[in-house]
């Protein structure tokens, strides 16, 4: 947008956005609003919409504007127009009234508070804003000083820790302040729900950002009334919500403040004090306030946790140990939503109880852990009355996957055996019912992997008891037993003569409709564990595969399977291992051939979608482990050339499609790692044929596939250049794509597979590839790559540099090694300083803290070779940071860039180095 729009052109726009029925104008509308956002006329329009407040909706899109321009577009605004921009902001707020929408009332405190945040000049703009509307109730000072700490740690707004930190301590030199404008206000408000509600989420936030302290808020009546709202049996349930987030709030700060023990065993007497509460909720069935509740007693007892492992000792529990009861109080909620709330806790006790290995102080809380399996399963009871299996998706099925999860990770407190037995005690009782048999069963197999293989007690009658079921038996209950099954199989592996009977409940399941992927995924978790006893069973499963498509089994449920029969047949006698692998193979590559030859349009999912058939080969291929000796032929290698003819068509028949040529390239990596070296014959024409199609389409999963011929082959003198040539090949069509505008953004996975490839040149012919007439265009990619947010792609980047520079200084012993060195010198002595700036400045302004780890392994490398020139390439990196941030306040002192350039010289491991980077990116963001 070259010119400023007339007001009249944004009214009619945004009238049609939000009133014209024609979707076409509508688009129109919304896409020429978001350029005018873009452009630098949007301060003035939005300015001036707002002073007119013609209608709603122009107003919401100025306030809206004028949020996101504060937000991501300060950069905009010379810092002589910043007062002006608060000035009117602060009229356009003045001006709010009750009737005004709630939605341009955020949007215009949101705008403020960051204007606040970003504008170093505006000194204590928290008492500028209680003195200028503190004493009108109409205005929204609350949103206000809500939403200035929330925003603080703001990414978006890249304040830096030197700006946050003074904020904070404007924020806490206002404390007094606020307290007593807090105390004001539910004066004014009595019982007044939307006020005190938004008190006490004002109250939250800035005890969130730790502004108010633990010792300020002892007696406050903020958190006197909050525990009296809680208290109320008839209290709204928004304004229940916001007392409750106020008191969750200090809980989380308790945590980390020991030295408050007043407020802590205030707060604890408030808390346990809210059972009675909990109890009138749940006759009232008002499950809004039970959540509520139930998440006070479970941070209250997070907050605790240390506390009470601490401070129990001599088998004499901690005071504070009686929150697990109310915990598991609401555990024992009829609706499952509420026990979910808790599932943190738990798993934070058993990692801490993990860690410490500490018998005695393990066995106090067994009697909590198998309180929490009996009611979890008593939760994971499916109606009596439901016919048929959980539905896949529905909350229900999700809940109690996290349940067996959660169980698999507790039950070492009260032993997996001992859980075991009780859920089969349970399943005994004569009141047992099938809805309670099943959720029993469904406990037994979270924890049967666990159960020792020489178990002879109840194991055995669990067993015989599924075999046994009588066929009027609940679907449910065959199917998890089916999956029981499975998850014995390392027990049936030690006791063999369960297998038969096993074997053949599974294939009678197997042609039922409901439980045929249980029953595959049965028989692959058996066939993984009893590969030494299968073999004699192997042509029952050759007949079982025939069959499988008359079976309603998922594709994922065959290829579980498949894997599972690959897996035997390298346990198969030498001489019939390729007889076997074949008629598996053919079982699925003659439906591929049939596809090709006869043209058969694909269709996703069905018989007619290659990628189907192609999944089980790789499947196959995957898992095979034959162990051949030097010398012999690989038993699979006639199978996999006679399968190539068929996997070459496919490339060409499919070429458009990516989706297929992705499984196909699969299929032949899992072959070829297969094969090894033995598969040699295939390498000229496969590369060919890859270059050809790459040339054509340019699907980066032939650079993958690519990366994987080189592993295997690089290391073979004679096959080298021939792989260098490929990479030559592939080069020019791959830099045509990411010259593209945002090529690297848009293509991330080809950005990915391109530098895995050069990777793996680095390890298996490094110098071939520092010689390669491609090597400099490679490396100006890559530098150009370091600030590219996509996470593998930039993981691939940064592992190319690594194995770069590692190329330098590895296998000393080596007669290439002085060339390697010579190589990789000249290329950092020309390089160097552009990757370490490059690399730094993608840590601070570009990539999220989790991809930082990579890049500190390339630096570390770098220091490992050569500190001295590390030294001086971050020297001049760290000299061209910016000084001040876009609100003039100062990034980085130069005391904090000299202690970064000190400490990362220092740093002896890259998880240092990572710690480092990610102090120094906070200091901008």
Same mark, same amino acid.
């Given at each position: ?23 076409? *104008? ?45 937000? +991501? ?25 009750? &009737? ?58 890249? +304040? ?19 307290? *007593? ?393 030498? *001489? ?21 030859? /006869? ?62 040529? *992705? ?68 080069? #020019? ?20 597979? +391109? ?20 090597? /400099?265009? #490679? ?69 999220? &803290? ?20 590390? &030294? ?54």
């Amino acid at each position: 947008m070259e010119t400023p729009p007339s007001l009249e052109t944004v009214y009619q726009a945004v009238y049609t956005l939000y009133h014209n029925a024609d979707t076409t *104008e509508k688009e129109k509308a919304s896409w020429w609003l978001g350029e005018l956002q873009k452009s630098v006329f949007s301060w003035k329009v939005a300015d001036e919409i707002l002073h007119t407040r013609t209608d709603l909706e122009s107003c919401y899109f100025a306030a809206q504007t004028m949020r996101t321009k504060i937000q +991501l577009s300060f950069h905009e605004l010379p810092p002589e127009a910043y007062i002006s921009l608060r000035d009117s902001l602060l009229e356009h707020i003045s001006k709010v009234t009750k &009737s005004t929408n709630s939605a341009i009332v955020t949007q215009l405190c949101l705008a403020l508070a960051d204007l606040a945040l970003q504008m170093s000049s505006w000194n204590r703009p928290v008492l500028d804003l209680i003195n200028r509307f503190g004493s009108s109730s109409d205005a929204p000072l609350l949103e206000l000083l809500t939403v200035l700490p929330e925003d603080v740690s703001s990414r978006a707004l890249r +304040l830096g820790a030197n700006r946050r930190q003074e904020i904070l301590q404007d924020f806490i030199a206002c404390v007094p302040n606020v307290l *007593e404008y807090f105390k004001e206000c539910l004066a004014r408000a009595g019982d007044n729900p939307q006020i005190q509600s938004k008190v006490f989420c004002c109250f939250t936030s800035w005890v969130s950002v730790q502004a108010i302290t633990l010792s300020e808020v002892t007696d406050n009546i903020v958190i006197i009334t909050a525990f009296h709202i809680l208290t109320k049996e008839l209290s709204d349930n928004s304004l229940h919500v916001s007392a409750a987030d106020c008191v969750c709030s200090l809980l989380q700060c308790l945590e980390t403040n020991n030295n408050q023990q007043a407020l802590e065993l205030r707060l604890f007497t408030g808390v346990i004090s809210l059972e009675e509460a909990y109890y009138m909720a749940v006759v009232h069935e008002d499950q809004e306030k039970c959540l509520n509740y139930c998440r006070i007693f479970t941070e209250l007892a997070e907050s605790f946790l240390e506390k009470i492992l601490r401070g129990t000792s001599d088998g004499k529990p901690h005071f504070a140990i009686k929150i697990f009861d109310l915990v598991l109080m609401c555990v024992g909620h009829h609706d499952f939503e509420v026990a979910i709330i808790t599932f943190n806790l738990w798993y934070r006790l058993s990692e801490s109880l993990y860690d410490k290995n500490n018998d005695s102080l393990t066995n106090i809380f067994k009697p909590y852990v198998e309180r929490l399996i009996e009611a979890l399963c008593r939760h994971c009871q499916i109606e009596p009355d439901h016919e048929g299996l959980l539905a896949e998706g529905d909350d229900f099925p999700d809940f109690r996957k996290k349940v067996s999860e959660l169980i698999r990770d507790v039950v070492f407190i009260v032993g997996s055996s001992n859980c075991f037995r009780q859920m089969f005690l349970n399943i005994q009782s004569p009141t047992t019912t099938w809805d309670t048999s099943e959720a029993a069963l469904f406990i037994m197999q979270s924890v049967a992997k666990n159960i020792l293989p020489e178990e002879n007690d109840v194991v055995p009658k669990v067993v015989e008891a599924i075999l046994n079921l009588p066929p009027n038996t609940h679907i449910a209950v065959r199917y998890t037993s089916l999956l029981l099954l499975g998850e014995l199989c390392e027990w049936i592996e030690k006791h063999p003569q369960s297998l038969e009977p096993v074997l053949n409940l599974v294939l009678y399941c197997l042609q039922q409709a409901q439980l045929a992927n249980a029953a595959a995924n049965c028989l692959q978790s058996i066939c993984t564990s009893c590969r030494e006893h299968m073999a004699v069973h192997f042509s029952g499963l050759i007949q079982i595969l025939q069959s499988l498509d008359t079976f309603s089994i998922s594709n994922e449920a065959v290829i579980g399977l498949l894997k599972g029969v690959a897996v035997i047949l390298g346990k198969l006698p030498p *001489e019939q291992i390729h007889q076997a692998v074949k008629e598996v193979c053919l079982i699925q590559i003659k439906p591929l051939c049939q596809l090709v030859e /006869n043209d058969i349009a694909p269709a996703r999912w069905t018989k007619t979608d290659p990628t189907v058939w192609l999944d089980r080969l790789a499947a196959i291929f995957r898992d095979i482990n034959v162990n051949i000796r030097n010398g012999e032929l690989h038993p699979c290698q006639g199978v996999i050339t006679e399968i190539w003819p068929v996997l070459s068509s496919t490339f060409t028949k499919y070429q458009a499609d990516s989706r297929i040529m *992705e499984r196909c390239c699969r299929c032949l990596r899992f072959a070829i790692r297969c094969l090894g070296k033995q598969s040699v014959h295939l390498l000229e024409p496969l590369v060919k044929q890859m270059v050809t199609l790459y040339t054509q389409r340019q699907h980066s999963c032939f650079l993958y596939l690519g990366s994987i011929l080189v592993d295997e082959y690089a290391c073979e003198p004679g096959c080298v250049q021939g792989l260098l040539d490929m990479l030559q090949a592939f080069i #020019i069509p791959t830099f045509n794509l990411l010259q593209q505008a945002n090529g690297l953004k848009y293509h991330p996975d080809t950005v990915d597979d +391109l530098f895995r490839l050069c990777a793996r040149f680095l390890q298996r012919a490094p110098v071939a590839f520092l010689t390669a007439p491609a090597l /400099n265009s #490679i490396l100006d990619c890559a530098l150009t790559a370091t600030d590219l947010v996509h996470r593998d792609a930039n993981s691939s980047v940064m592992k190319f540099f690594y194995d770069l520079v590692h190329a330098g200084r590895n296998h000393e012993d080596r007669e290439d090694f002085q060339v390697r060195k010579r190589l990789v010198a000249n290329i950092l002595h020309e390089r160097g300083q552009d990757l370490v700036s490059n690399l730094i400045h993608a840590c601070v302004f570009c990539l999220q &803290s989790y991809m930082l780890a990579d890049v500190a392994d390339a630096i570390m490398e770098l220091m490992l070779l050569d500190r001295e020139a590390v &030294s001086k390439w971050i020297e001049h990196a760290i000299k061209i940071m910016p000084t001040q941030n876009r609100g003039g306040s100062i990034t980085a002192t130069h005391k904090q860039l000299e202690d970064f350039h000190r400490s990362i010289l220092s740093a002896d491991n890259s998880k240092s180095v990572t710690h480092i980077l990610k102090d120094f990116a906070r200091l901008y963001c």
